[in-house]
């Protein structure tokens, strides 16, 4: 059993029963083939939560400063996460997900860039859009509802893939496509 899967059921067993976790839109992941995945981000639970519902190993960009304590960051290379400078352009990281995406795998991304601390949605940053225009990934929104209390169910819901042709052909940009995928998130919030 490699790490990614024994993480993945480690996580299943301690999060799933301690937050009622709930998945809901599992079918709208594509089986196989390049996928986004635009969550929101309430928690530093967040990633495995979204990790462990989804069906695929996916990806993940991880601040760059969680690498630098040496048992951490090994970890966090072992499932699948790679470091990302915040605050500006860092050229690796962007060049590492469309790796990502070009050998079929899944990214997952919070384009609100930090937690929000209140639960309700941030402006998304370009990021998302960026590697949304870049490649010929499917990009599914998922938004986390709830607030990790053991009062209320943890619900994990994916929606049906954003509709990327339109925006393609009229050459939308990055910004214009993240705030697409960000309303996509605010619907599924509100509709769950």
Sequence with gaps: MNLYKFG???????????????TVGLDNIPKTGPVIICSNHISNFDPPIVGMTCSRDIHFMAKEELFEKPLFGFILKNVHAFPIKRGMKDRNALRKGLDVLKEGNVLGLFPEGTRSKTGELKKGLAGAGF????????????????????????????????????????????????DVIMEEIRKLKENN
Excluded at 14 to 19: A, R, S, T
Excluded at 133 to 154: E, F, H
């Design 131 to 178: 590697f949304a225009l870049r490649s010929d990934a499917v990009i599914v929104p998922c938004a986390i509802i709830g607030d990790y209390s053991k009062k209320q169910p943890l619900i994990v819901s994916y929606g049906k893939p954003v509709e990327m042709k339109n925006l393609k052909e009229r050459k939308a940009s990055a910004q214009e496509v993240t």
């Design 8 to 22: 993945k059921f480690l996580m299943k067993i301690w999060l799933k029963p301690k937050y009622n976790v709930k």
